[in-house]
């Protein structure tokens, strides 16, 4: 399997576009991963077409919000990353909030096209985000993902799964609700 992780930007944006429009996607297709970049509201008042704009915005303006994977140049999976301080919404949640004043990036999302899933689209996304808040000079990399005894539906693992990054490298910083713990990586310059 041919994987390539590259950061989105005004030359990708059809690609998400595609990747988001595909059956399975109708999660995706609301929030557009704007849901924790905004601080107010249910979150819900933004949903859909507002909200592809607002992501559209970020990346006409020179923001990269993610990854994209791509196979064989099709795109197949997406990761939300960046900057902690770009994601409004996670200061206020009871179990996403600030461990402590450290910089960090964080992990809000994932998605693979369903067609796609149980190849390894994810670890190559997470590697990918890895890789590419290093080269940002990011020093600490957070997520919020699940950590249940039981599989969960594969449309509700936007965060990821706690194996994925126990995996990879993270650690437990947190934890404030049994499901959910806060894992990082340090990340050292290359």
């Known amino acids: 399997m041919r994987l390539a992780v590259r950061p989105l930007m005004k030359a990708r944006w059809d690609d998400l576009v595609d990747l988001f429009n595909r059956r399975g996607g109708s999660i995706v297709r609301g929030c557009w991963c704007m849901y924790y970049r905004r601080s107010g509201g249910s979150g819900l008042d933004q949903w859909g077409e507002a909200n ?14 993610g990854l994209i994977a791509y196979r064989d140049k099709r795109p197949v999976g997406w990761i939300s990353l960046g900057p902690r301080k770009d994601y409004l919404r996670l200061e206020r949640s009871p179990v996403m909030k600030r461990v402590d004043q450290k910089p960090v990036w964080s992990i809000v999302c994932f998605f693979v096209d369903p067609k796609e899933r149980g190849q390894g689209i994810t670890k190559a996304l997470l590697q990918g985000a890895i890789d590419y808040a290093r080269s940002k000079g990011a020093t600490l990399l957070e997520a919020y993902p699940q950590d249940k005894k039981v599989r969960t539906q594969p449309d509700s693992m936007w965060f990821g799964a706690k194996s994925l990054y126990d995996r990879a490298g993270f650690k437990e910083v947190a934890r404030r609700k049994a499901t959910r713990p806060v894992v990082r990586r340090a990340l050292r310059p290359r």
């Open 52 to 65: 592809k704009r607002a992501m559209k915005a970020l990346v006409d303006g020179g923001t990269v919000p």
